[in-house]
C-alpha cells in the first residue's frame, strides 16, 4: 500500500479514547497518532498492545503547530459532521494523510474545520460515535478502499 496516515483527536476529554485510539493505529497501520492542545498521555488500560511502545504519539499545541508540522503534500482531513463534509461511504482517502477528528463533546470547531483541506463525516449513524470507535470507523474505511 502506498503513502501514509496519521490520526489525531482535537482536545480530547478522556485518555481512555487516546489509549483506544493508539491500539487501532497500530492494527491499522498509522504512521503516528497525535494530540491537539492536550496534557501529556498516560498509558490507558485501553491501549492493551502497548502502541505507545511502537507508534509515534505526538502532541500540537493548536492547529497551527499541527498545521506548521503537517508533511509535504500531506492533506488534512476533518472527519465530523457538517454541512460540507463528504460521507466516508463515498470518501476517496488521499495517498498522504492527516485525520483530525473532534473531541468527544464539543467536536471540531469551525475555526478549526476550516483550515482542513478536506472534510468527511461518518453517517448513518443515530447518535454521534466515541471519538475512538469513529477513528477505528475512519481507518477501517482507508485500509478496506485500499485492498487490504
Not at 476529554?13 to 492494527?27: I, T, Y
Given at each position: 500500500m502506498r503513502g501514509y496516515f496519521c490520526v489525531g483527536i482535537w482536545q480530547p476529554k478522556f485518555e481512555v479514547n487516546v489509549g483506544g485510539v493508539l491500539r487501532s493505529a497500530q492494527s491499522f497501520g498509522a504512521a503516528m497518532v497525535f494530540t491537539v492542545g492536550h496534557r501529556?498521555?498516560?498509558?490507558?488500560?485501553?491501549?492493551?498492545?502497548?502502541?505507545?511502545?511502537?507508534?509515534?504519539?505526538?502532541?500540537?499545541?493548536?492547529?497551527?503547530?499541527?498545521?506548521?508540522?503537517?508533511?509535504?503534500?500531506?492533506?488534512?482531513?476533518?472527519?465530523?459532521?457538517?454541512?460540507?463534509?463528504?460521507?466516508?461511504?463515498?470518501?476517496?482517502?488521499?495517498?498522504?494523510?492527516?485525520y483530525l477528528l473532534g473531541a468527544e463533546d464539543a467536536g471540531i470547531p469551525l475555526g478549526v474545520l476550516v483550515r482542513c483541506h478536506r472534510r468527511a463525516e461518518i453517517t448513518g449513524g443515530k447518535w454521534c460515535l466515541n471519538v475512538a470507535s469513529a477513528a477505528s470507523i475512519v481507518m477501517y474505511d482507508r485500509a478496506s478502499k485500499n485492498g487490504a
Amino acid at each position: 500500500m502506498r503513502g501514509y496516515f496519521c490520526v489525531g483527536i482535537w482536545q480530547p476529554k478522556f485518555e481512555v479514547n487516546v489509549g483506544g485510539v493508539l491500539r487501532s493505529a497500530q492494527s491499522f497501520g498509522a504512521a503516528m497518532v497525535f494530540t491537539v492542545g492536550h496534557r501529556k498521555y498516560v498509558r490507558q488500560a485501553t491501549d492493551t498492545s502497548k502502541a505507545f511502545l511502537h507508534l509515534p504519539l505526538m502532541r500540537f499545541a493548536d492547529i497551527e503547530d499541527l498545521i506548521v508540522h503537517l508533511p509535504h503534500s500531506c492533506v488534512l482531513v476533518g472527519v465530523e459532521m457538517c454541512p460540507d463534509a463528504q460521507p466516508l461511504r463515498e470518501f476517496v482517502h488521499p495517498e498522504r494523510a492527516c485525520y483530525l477528528l473532534g473531541a468527544e463533546d464539543a467536536g471540531i470547531p469551525l475555526g478549526v474545520l476550516v483550515r482542513c483541506h478536506r472534510r468527511a463525516e461518518i453517517t448513518g449513524g443515530k447518535w454521534c460515535l466515541n471519538v475512538a470507535s469513529a477513528a477505528s470507523i475512519v481507518m477501517y474505511d482507508r485500509a478496506s478502499k485500499n485492498g487490504a
